[in-house]
């Protein structure tokens, strides 16, 4: 059964902090991983990696992934209390080609 | 552009009723994919529609059901509630099949509570 890990569930850091999420995962017939962002109610896309080593970039975002030892990360530096949101980790895979989700962490950023 | 619209946004139902949940894609998006989440096992996929035919199927029971328009909006259905379906769920849509695209877009979700 395919499966993706997101550590921690949980993180509470202070504006300016830098923060890295963490992703494992084992999917048969791996094609790709993607990243959201979701605040409210509807997920919004943040990354997709599909080959090892390429790092991926948006502001102050960035993420990062490891087909080796089937991992991604995603880093953000010098957070905003706009960052806090839950960030949801996926992976496209499978022999139907479906998005398998990690249950997410939440991140809270005080100001 | 209008983006994924989904309704009802809210409904609260009883135990053995049924429910149908709407989602309207974005203009031109022919994938409509449903996930369920709920706090204890997070986002769910449940099926994914593509041209008016079930591309994928997720490990739901039979009581959850969809189908797909014309126009590419879609409806899921869940008969015989159980408690334990309450829950968000949520619609995303895409231009093509599966996600190979990689871009998603969600809607803001129904939440459905069974008493």
């Known amino acids: ?111 | 552009k209008a983006g994924v619209t989904q309704t009802p946004r809210y409904l609260i139902k009883t135990r053995g009723q049924q429910v149908t949940l709407s989602c309207s894609p974005i203009s031109g998006h022919r994938s409509v994919s449903w996930y369920q989440q709920t706090p204890g096992q997070g986002l769910q996929f449940l099926f994914e529609y593509f041209s008016e035919t079930q591309r994928n199927k997720g490990n739901f029971p039979g009581r959850f059901s969809g189908r797909q328009f014309s126009n590419s909006r879609s409806e899921m259905n869940v008969s015989t509630l159980e408690l334990g379906d309450s829950a968000l769920y949520l619609c995303a849509s895409s231009f093509l099949q599966g996600v190979d695209t990689g871009e998603l877009f969600f809607g803001e979700g129904s939440r459905l509570t069974v008493l």
């Open chain 1, 1 to 111: 059964e395919d499966k993706v890990v997101q550590s921690p569930l949980s993180l509470v850091v202070h504006e300016g902090d830098t923060v890295t999420l963490n992703c494992s995962y084992e999917v048969t017939n791996f094609r790709s991983l993607l990243w959201y962002k979701q605040e409210k109610k509807a997920p919004t896309f943040l990354f997709m990696l599909t080959s090892s080593g390429i790092e991926k970039k948006s502001g102050r975002l960035s993420s990062i992934l490891d087909k080796k030892e089937l991992f991604s990360i995603l880093n953000i530096t010098a957070t905003q209390t706009g960052d806090s949101a839950i960030y949801l980790c996926a992976v496209v895979g499978g022999s139907a080609r479906q998005l398998t989700f990690g249950s997410g962490t939440q991140l809270t950023v005080l100001p």
